[in-house]
């Protein structure tokens, strides 16, 4: 199985979530993005357990993620997978030009977010930040 970043796309009203620890949040209405790695065994078929989530719910959200893909504020509208071995992901979410969540999704790094807020589709975002590492995102519409 291929390793390397997913990023998650999704579309959403405006609207105020609980997430976890983090607690209450308002996120603005567009899109967001979240960057994680797949480098573990499984590497990048974790894509497909958030496209389950998503379609099917989740009975207990246990990644700052998982409280999005639970969300009918949310609906995941896209992946992009960067296939890799290296650990970028950090320096992935560093190059993303939106406005960050603060503390989302980088309970485990020293990231100030892995989460981004945008008025409109992010793919040159994405695809940008993957040229800068050397590394090419491919994407695929979700359909849930």
């Not at 207990?60 to 960067?82: G, N």
């Not at 980088?106 to 008025?119: I, R, V």
Request: aromatic content about 10%.
């Amino acid at each position: 199985m291929h390793r390397g970043i997913y990023c998650l796309v999704f579309q959403n009203g405006a609207c105020t979530e609980k997430v976890g620890a983090l607690g209450f949040i308002k996120f603005p209405g567009g899109f967001h993005v979240y960057i994680g790695s797949a480098l573990g065994p499984a590497g990048l078929a974790r894509v497909s357990r958030h496209i389950r989530c998503a379609r099917e719910g989740i009975e207990r959200p246990r990644w700052h993620v998982d409280y999005l893909l639970a969300s009918d504020a949310f609906t995941l509208e896209s992946v992009y997978c960067i296939p890799t071995g290296d650990r970028l992901e950090c320096r992935l979410a560093s190059l993303i030009q939106g406005r960050p969540v603060p503390g989302f999704g980088c309970s485990d790094c020293n990231c100030t977010s892995h989460l981004f807020s945008f008025l409109s589709h992010p793919r040159e975002h994405i695809d940008r930040a993957a040229s800068i590492l050397g590394l090419s995102a491919h994407s695929k519409t979700i359909k849930t």
